[in-house]
């Protein structure tokens, strides 16, 4: 009898198929009307474990995977930008090819947009109405946000649908200035009151990131192609400085060559972006400054944005890309005041102001 | 028999031996011989028409682990090595096994993979796939563009011999192997004389279909086989589905509920085929000449990780694959001496689609990728057996590889590189054993790639019998090593980095084997080795913020730990059999970098997807004509985060993998027939081995051979 038992449990034993350790981390409290700063992560590609953060400047907290504890799914793969319309914030899930529509108070999904394809960013246009640029796609989506459907799709004309790339979005008035960035160097205007491209220029090689005013320039830092034999071209980094009453380059500012240059911002009339840490220029200045205002040896930063309220600094270092990143927090001076642990590869930065 | 010593010499060279009787291997698993007046009309009624057919000769015919006859003299080749031999019954399971499968529940390695046709790699001793080398009949099938190997474009039904040499040990091999070595042959020994014919037809679940069919022919002089696998498969396998859900929404476009769907495996069918041909031919004064040629044709679509929500439209993610191998081999044995030489050429062209529906029935193609390797190969050595005790040997090898790698759909062709790179490898051993209990072994290699050339990699091996009765012998070893970069590293564009500096580094390995015959009826073995082992320069490709991943020198691994393993075969009765295999590992691989910034949490911690503990059994039970096999294994968490979280993004849960199958031969006048069924996953674990992609759950497949 000892033994039929000593094998039934053996076989008990054995027959354990999995553990399920999944870690059950209570929902997310929901939050005040507080401001705060969202943090959309990466996470690894293919690996399907972006996530999404949420971290209130005003006590120093954070709570980290805040989308999956509240909607018991994963963001999916390659979270890669958010931005905010109301209390609807739209995540771009470049990786899983889907756009989640979350309560930006209780993170909860409230719909989600697929047809489009590698979306990287949303930007409300109107009620009905939500561009949503793309790479590997020649078109920028229009999607209804209360349908949560593509209703239709600006084209670009001589952009190859196989390289195509479309990324950040500024609107100011009845235009918005999108940079179009893989294997690409310009910048559109689109009317918003009919889709229609109305103008484009010829930038740096690969503009990566655009910030403006909100009044007349609009700039562009452009990477520079990243790599020599890049066939789009290879170049040293710049920024450039449109004139957006003549849509005209007036001025380009060469970085220094071969450096690595990312996430232009503007704020109080300067000019930030990462290189070799991060950089501040006056909006006004003629050459690239000598030191970084910031500096950093890191290899790893990733994510830069400025507190639209008191022009705090916030800088995403993804470490070593394989571990939660930090989020290294500055005041306007450049003096470290905190930081705090997010997801793995914090990419993305949104702020929630609390309207 | 020729020399006393030219088995070691063959063993250690890895070149075929056409004398047949030297391999001490039971040639009769394929032979058919026993008379039946019964024929075969559907599985199952194979299975259970004739339960009492069997005789004590058919016995003896049986499969079992003991088809493996182990010589009781240490050949100097294993002079202090760490070595797994892959028995031949787990290479002879069923047809749809690939190498990946049989690794998996037959050795210490873990196996990485997103299921059965998708890309399958190891980890040997903790290390990258790249840091395992791979050998087809010596020739390197490594890719030279990634530097890894898919061991799921391997069927383990191609293969006659499977070998695994540990860590330091690989180096009697080749270089390279910083974790280890799988070598891989074919064998003119499995060809029978006369001529022979094997059928097996397999179908499955998922509608999955395998056929196997070989066709042979011996005599004095030549050895002749064909050999060809077909394998298709929907491999559509359902799963809940928890890293996603189903929203319902309401007229107003209001979520009103949702759910964890029941998915499919979407996108997961493949079409693979196989046709391998041996000739070999015993040339008179000791001259053996021998050529295999592989042929492998493959349609592979990728699956969908379980978060893609591309499917919402029609899309192609597909990889197809047209790999050529062959080997010529020649050896000369006379008095001491011997002399040996391959030539080989390795052609791969692999092509990878992503295409997504733009419009009805316009298709955004965004991924066009071709790539196309050849390797041109070539090795020569000679061996001197001066005394009964002590054996020399040199050996020179040239390796040419070309990768041409070019996206049609990123800008209209333009080449992302296309580069060759030469390697020179040269090595001299001397293996000695100093008394009847002492053997001691050197090697030293020099390995030049390109233009690089690391430092010589020297090893040293000893082992000491400490009882003759049980064999118990104490070995060890101390290596250095070194893994060049591949041209992917190099060159690749973008992010290739031709300044990378080869991954190199020591390794220490020291453990106690015993085997020893119980009685008439029963062995018993086992093992346990420790080995401490250091890799600096680790290359890893990581993002950078200008939009791709780059190649770099970022890491040192200490990986060490301890492998065991302990077998049985007995025979109870005479017409019963048992074997019982069993082998457990810990594996410790651990992040000795120093750490990148104050908020790193990686060093100290272990690699990401390298188990700590894994352990596997296979238990055989055979009865005259009947086969039961039972094949489990376990797998503890694995950490996909290097800061080692312990969270639903930081690890996969550990897991446990049974099989099971159940086997009746028939033999009858002039053939022998046979059928198989096989239940995988037999408890229906939920598992993944890569994140994010799931793993089918119980399924089935049934066989049936007919042998001539």
């Not at chain 2, 039971?26 to 057919?53: D, G, I, Q, Y």
Request: charged share 20%.
């Amino acid at each position: 009898m000892k033994k039929i038992i000593y094998l039934a449990a053996v076989a008990a034993a054995f027959s354990f198929t999995s553990c399920s350790d999944d870690d059950n981390t209570p929902a997310p409290p929901a939050q005040s009307s507080v401001e705060g700063l969202f943090v959309v992560c990466n996470g690894n590609y293919l690996a399907g474990n972006g996530s999404l953060s949420y971290y209130n400047p005003d006590d120093n907290s954070v709570e980290n995977n805040v989308f999956q504890r509240a909607n018991g799914m994963k963001l999916g793969d390659t979270a890669q930008s958010m931005s905010i319309d109301g209390n609807t914030g739209w995540i771009c899930v470049n990786g899983s090819n889907v756009i989640y529509a979350i309560d930006v108070n209780t993170y909860k999904v409230k719909g989600h947009v697929t047809d489009v394809t590698s979306p990287r960013n949303a930007l409300a246009i109107s009620d009905n109405k939500l561009y949503v640029t793309n790479l590997y796609d020649n078109r920028i989506a229009i999607v209804n946000p209360a349908t949560y459907t593509v209703t239709g799709h600006i084209d670009i004309p001589d952009m190859e649908a196989s390289t195509g790339s479309t990324e950040q979005m500024i609107k100011i008035g009845d235009y918005v200035y999108v940079n179009c960035w893989s294997y690409q160097k310009e910048v559109l205007k689109i009317d918003t009151r009919n889709d229609k491209i109305v103008d484009r220029i010829q930038v740096g090689i690969q503009p990566q990131s655009i910030a403006t005013d909100g009044k007349n320039s609009l700039w562009v830092l452009c990477d520079g192609g990243g790599w020599a034999e890049n066939p789009v071209g290879f170049e040293a980094p710049s920024i450039s400085r449109i004139d957006l009453n003549t849509f005209k380059v007036v001025s380009t500012i060469k970085l220094a060559e071969y450096s690595s240059a990312s996430h232009l911002r503007y704020y109080n009339g300067n000019l930030f972006w990462l290189e070799n840490g991060v950089q501040r220029m006056s909006a006004d200045a003629t050459a690239a400054p000598t030191a970084a205002f910031i500096p950093s040896t890191s290899y790893s930063l990733y994510a830069l944005d400025i507190n639209p309220a008191n022009g705090d600094i916030y800088v995403g270092d993804a470490i070593d890309y394989m571990q939660d990143g930090t989020v290294t927090r500055y005041n306007a001076s450049g003096d470290k005041t905190d930081s705090f642990t997010t997801g793995i590869i914090p990419a993305g930065f949104c702020w929630k102001t609390g309207k | 028999m020729g020399h006393p010593l030219s088995r070691d010499i063959n063993q250690s060279s890895g070149r075929h031996c056409f004398n047949r009787a030297k391999f001490h291997f039971n040639s009769e698993l394929f032979s058919s011989s026993e008379p039946s007046r019964h024929l075969l009309v559907t599985a199952l009624l194979f299975l259970f028409l004739f339960p009492r057919a069997a005789t004590a000769r058919d016995n003896t015919l049986s499969h079992s682990l003991g088809d493996v006859t182990v010589t009781a003299s240490r050949p100097l080749s294993r002079i202090g090595v760490q070595y797994t031999s892959i028995d031949s019954a787990a290479l002879r399971d069923n047809i749809s096994l690939s190498m990946a499968d049989v690794l998996g529940f037959n050795s210490s390695v873990f196996v990485k993979s997103a299921g059965r046709a998708t890309l399958s790699t190891v980890s040997f001793r903790g290390t990258a796939p790249s840091h395992t080398a791979v050998t087809w009949n010596g020739l390197p099938v490594n890719s030279p563009a990634m530097g890894l190997t898919d061991f799921s474009m391997l069927p383990s039904y191609l293969i006659d011999r499977a070998s695994l040499l540990h860590g330091a040990s690989s180096l009697t091999r080749t270089s390279a192997g910083m974790g280890g070595m799988v070598d891989l042959s074919t064998s003119p020994a499995e060809i029978g004389d006369g001529f022979n014919v094997q059928y097996i037809q397999g179908a499955g679940s998922y509608n999955t279909f395998d056929e196997f069919l070989k066709l042979s022919y011996g005599d004095d002089r030549w050895r002749l086989s064909t050999r060809a696998v077909l394998s298709t498969s929907d491999n559509d396998f359902t799963f809940i589905n928890k890293d996603r859900k189903e929203f319902v929404y309401d007229d107003n476009h209001t979520i009103i509920d949702s759910y964890y769907p029941k998915d499919r495996n979407r996108n997961g069918g493949y079409c693979d085929f196989h046709l391998l041909q041996q000739i070999y031919f015993s040339a008179p004064r000791r001259n053996d000449i021998g050529l295999q040629v592989w042929y492998t044709g493959s349609v592979r679509h990728v699956p969908l990780n379980t978060v893609d929500y591309v499917d919402s439209r029609d899309f192609i993610k597909k990889q197809r694959d047209n790999i050529i191998r062959a080997i010529a081999s020649w050896q000369h044995r006379t008095g001491a001496m011997t002399l040996s030489a391959r030539a080989g050429y390795v052609h791969q062209w692999n092509a990878y689609d992503y295409a997504v529906e733009r419009s009805e029935g316009i298709m955004n193609t965004s991924i066009t990728s071709r790539t196309k390797t050849d390797t041109f190969y070539s090795d020569g050595e000679w061996g001197w057996t001066p005394g009964n005790n002590l054996f020399l040997s040199a050996t020179l090898s040239v390796k040419h590889d070309r990768v041409a790698t070019v996206d049609h759909a990123a800008l209209a062709g333009v080449k992302s590189y296309d580069k060759g790179r030469c390697d020179l490898g040269a090595s001299v051993s001397a293996r000695w054993q100093a008394t009847s209990r002492l053997g001691l072994s050197a090697v030293v290699r020099q390995d030049i790639a390109g233009r690089d050339a690391d430092a010589p990699a020297p090893a040293l091996f000893a082992d000491y019998v400490i009882n003759r009765d049980a064999n118990l012998t104490v070995k060890g070893s101390v290596a250095r090593n070194h893994h060049y970069a591949s041209l992917n590293d190099l060159y690749f564009l973008p992010g290739g980095n031709p300044d990378l500096k080869a991954e190199h580094g020591w390794s220490y390995d020291i453990g106690v084997s015993a085997d020893k015959a119980v009685g008439s009826r029963t062995n018993v073995s086992a093992s346990v080795n420790w080995y401490d082992s250091y890799i600096n320069d680790w290359i890893l490709w990581l993002p950078t913020n200008k939009g791709f991943f780059q190649a770099r020198n970022v890491r040192n691994v200490h990986a060490y730990g301890i492998e065991a393993a302990a077998g049985i075969s007995t025979r109870p009765g005479d017409d019963w059999k048992i074997g019982i295999n069993a082998g457990v590992s810990w594996t410790a691989s651990i992040n000795d970098s120093e750490p990148v910034s104050p908020d790193d949490k990686s060093a100290g911690k272990q690699l990401p997807y390298v188990p700590k503990l894994s352990a596997s059994l296979t238990g055989t039970v055979a009865w005259r004509l009947w086969n039961l096999q039972y094949k489990w294994c376990y797998y503890s968490r694995r950490y996909t985060m290097t800061s080692n979280e312990n969270t639903i993004s930081g690890s996969l849960p550990r897991y446990f993998m049974s099989n099971l199958s159940l086997e009746r031969r028939i033999p009858l006048h002039a053939v022998e027939l046979s059928a198989k069924i096989a239940v995988n996953n037999l408890f229906n674990a939920d598992y993944q081995t890569i994140m994010a992609h799931p793993m089918p759950g119980t399924n089935f497949e049934i066989f049936l051979s007919i042998s001539i």
